[in-house]
């Protein structure tokens, strides 16, 4: 493929999908995600590549940071609020991880307040054979996605809404003429439960499914415990400044009343983290789940990992082979990594150079 020196000559290139920061609407961010999310692993490298080259970010992360510039609640400036490291946190909660690793269930709901970092605990389990499905995008729906563009996204979100779900396919417009009763309150359960038994027909597949409308609607953890569960221990203090940071950006004038809406939600978190308690003390003490805290030294390694693979893309958009063994090679004997961390590195590098001998085959 052809070296690019500038943005514009990767956006011209039609076998990639970058993201442009200056899309206007969710409906457009959302298309185009959708366009690089069925993109061949190949060039979802590249995009990724061109991606972090002139932009900073890769693919995915310019999607969740233009995803929550554009939400109606925000954006609204640039608030740092109380320092994060004053704001206690649980560690995160793994139940039957390595049972959803090894296949023996192909479904893991992640569970956490809004900010708390679902999304990234996600990103560490996503593969090409794993759907990783946001229970947001379950609303207006038919705003956002084509019946087409579905079948292309999720074989789960469109096998919902072409069958049973098909009433919930609507947009704003008709949202508005409907009880809430009717829509808000039963889209989700509803889903989850189909979810659970597509994904029991379909075991060639996993399935990451996240949001914090699983321990909302769900009173009895219970019905998950044949699942994979994960909990981000993100304190509600620290999740709630997370959220509003990502809604700070551009629109000053709504600041304060931002400010003041903070303390109303607050009273709304709370009851939040006794529902989120109900999970973490079900799951808590079972012997097939694992503790790890969210300290400095987790992030540090999630920032080394996200720059391996960085550097790995990088390496297999100039064909460098060699530079991806050493990769390969540094991260087996690196005694700071751990074990699943390593793990992520090796297992991509091995696809990269697969990859790279393929598209050799194919020349």
């Not at 049972?99 to 996600?122: D, P, Q, R, V, Y």
């Not at 409907?178 to 808000?184: A, G, Q, S, V, W």
């Not at 989850?192 to 499914?209: D, L, N, Q």
């Not at 409308?213 to 569960?229: E, G, K, Q, R, T």
Request: hydrophobic share 35%; proline share 4%.
């Amino acid at each position: 493929m052809e070296q690019y020196t500038e943005l514009e000559q990767a956006l011209r290139d039609p076998s990639l999908v970058i993201i442009p920061e200056e899309l206007g609407t969710l409906k457009a961010l959302g298309k185009t995600y959708l366009r690089y999310k069925v993109l061949p692993k190949r060039q979802k490298r590249f995009s990724d590549y061109y991606s972090n080259k002139f932009l900073g970010h890769t693919v995915p992360e310019t999607y969740e940071l233009l995803r929550d510039r554009l939400r109606p609640d925000g954006p609204l400036g640039d608030w740092q609020g109380p320092a994060e490291k004053y704001l206690l946190s649980e560690p995160d909660l793994y139940y039957r991880e390595d049972a959803f690793n090894a296949g023996e269930t192909n479904i893991c709901w992640i569970l956490g307040h809004s900010g708390s970092g679902k999304s990234m605990m996600a990103r560490a389990l996503e593969g090409d054979e794993i759907d990783h499905i946001e229970l947001d995008d379950l609303l207006l729906t038919g705003d956002h996605f084509t019946m087409e563009e579905l079948a292309e996204y999720s074989d789960l979100f469109y096998a919902f809404f072409a069958g049973e779900g098909a009433g919930y396919y609507i947009g704003a417009e008709e949202r508005d003429r409907i009880p809430k009763e009717e829509y808000e309150d039963r889209v989700f359960v509803d889903f989850v439960r189909f979810a659970k038994a597509y994904a029991g027909r379909h075991p060639e597949k996993k399935y990451i499914i996240d949001g914090i409308w699983i321990y909302l609607y769900f009173d009895d953890p219970s019905l998950f415990a044949d699942n994979a569960v994960f909990i981000k221990g993100t304190s509600f203090l620290k999740s709630k400044l997370r959220a509003t940071k990502r809604e700070l950006q551009r629109d000053r004038e709504t600041l304060q009343d931002r400010k003041q809406m903070f303390g109303r939600e607050v009273r709304n978190y709370l009851l939040d983290e006794d529902k989120i308690n109900r999970y973490r003390d079900y799951f808590g003490g079972r012997p097939e789940t694992v503790f790890r805290a969210e300290n400095g030294e987790a992030a540090k390694q999630e920032e080394r990992v996200r720059d391996e693979l960085n550097r790995i893309d990088e390496r297999f958009v100039n064909g460098d082979a060699d530079g991806i063994r050493a990769i390969l090679e540094a991260a087996e004997l690196e005694p700071t990594l751990s074990g699943r961390n390593r793990q992520r590195i090796v297992l991509e590098c091995v696809s990269a150079l697969f990859d790279l001998r393929k598209g050799a085959g194919q020349e």
